[in-house]
């Protein structure tokens, strides 16, 4: 399917270098060959444990990490080496939100100048319209003007990754990239920044990268859902090929581990995440090469991709 932005065969190496010589003796595989296709107002979600490789994705997409080989292609040109140029239309449109908000802010710098900074480098907006488009982006976020003058440490971990947010859409973006965006918040702020982000979402129009290792949130967020392990994609589908027709043994442990609020059903739910486990250790092969590889994926239906060896083969133990 053609969207607006096709990721094709994306890689991302690191050398290990070792010896006398400080010679390239292996390499680590953080990205190893996946495909992703974004269509405008869609939310697509990436789930994995930390170290799968997830965040270097969405670093690689906006251009923060070097790729080692594939293309990007934005409406249809490869605009692999422009991800990194500063001031290229594609850079305009693919923004980030960090899952840290105040180490991606200046200490130094007040709110107003955090705002303005990608208003300035893609817009000749006057400075009456600067301000006027400042406090709007404040106002869709649930914060007043008097927070232009006030500098980071001044607001809550939540007040600072609803900003992170104004920033991202300051300059209406086609993708906004969200790392880990309320991993570090408490429920009620979630919710709130997840609320807020949903509302810019439908005014703007915009798409989402959802990076998360928390498959609640990602349900109530996303369209569809990429599970990712050693840097390949496990499995691939919608909410409900995910969720209620898991293929993959590492999606299944995933989903055995979310907690359960249900003390009566305690003992079943233990049972099933050892059955789940059971069937790893027994089923290796069938998911993984002899290295430890994750299979290439193979459609199992119109929506749903899996790693599997053999994809005529059917999960033991039930879905």
Do not use: W
């Not at 990721?7 to 003796?25: A, C, E, M, Q």
């Not at 429920?187 to 989402?208: D, G, P």
């Amino acid at each position: 399917m053609s969207g607006l932005i096709e990721i094709k065969d994306l890689k991302v190496h690191y050398p290990i270098r070792s010896g006398f010589l400080n010679r390239v003796t292996d390499y680590v595989y953080a990205v190893d060959g996946v495909d992703l296709s974004f269509e405008e107002g869609k939310t697509y979600g990436l789930v994995g444990e930390s170290g799968s490789g997830k965040s270097t994705i969405g670093k690689a997409i906006v251009g923060l990490e070097k790729i080692t080989s594939g293309e990007i292609y934005y409406n249809g040109k490869d605009v692999s080496k422009e991800a990194r140029k500063r001031r290229s239309d594609y850079r305009q449109n693919v923004q980030m939100i960090f899952q840290d908000a105040m180490s991606s802010f200046n200490p130094k710098k007040r709110i107003v100048d955090v705002l303005a900074e990608p208003i300035r480098n893609f817009t000749n907006m006057t400075p009456d319209e600067e301000r006027r488009r400042m406090i709007e982006l404040l106002d869709i976020v649930g914060l007043t003007e008097d927070a232009l003058t006030k500098y980071p440490h001044q607001f809550s971990g939540g007040q600072r990754q609803r900003i992170g947010v104004a920033r991202a859409v300051a300059i209406n973006p086609k993708l906004i990239i969200a790392d880990e965006p309320v991993s570090a918040l408490d429920l009620s702020v979630q919710a709130q920044v997840l609320n807020f982000m949903k509302r810019i979402q439908e005014e703007y129009n915009v798409s989402y990268l959802f990076i998360s290792h928390d498959l609640g949130v990602v349900k109530h967020m996303c369209d569809e859902i990429a599970i990712m392990y050693r840097g390949r994609f496990t499995e691939y589908g919608n909410k409900e090929d995910i969720y209620e027709d898991p293929q993959h043994i590492y999606t299944r442990r995933l989903l055995s581990a979310i907690p359960q609020i249900d003390p009566n059903n305690r003992d079943e739910h233990k049972k099933n995440r050892l059955r789940v486990e059971k069937i790893y250790q027994e089923n290796q092969s069938k998911y993984f090469s002899e290295n430890g590889r994750v299979y290439d994926l193979k459609a199992v239906s119109d929506t749903h991709s899996v790693a599997l060896k053999d994809v005529s083969s059917t999960l033991e133990g039930g879905a």
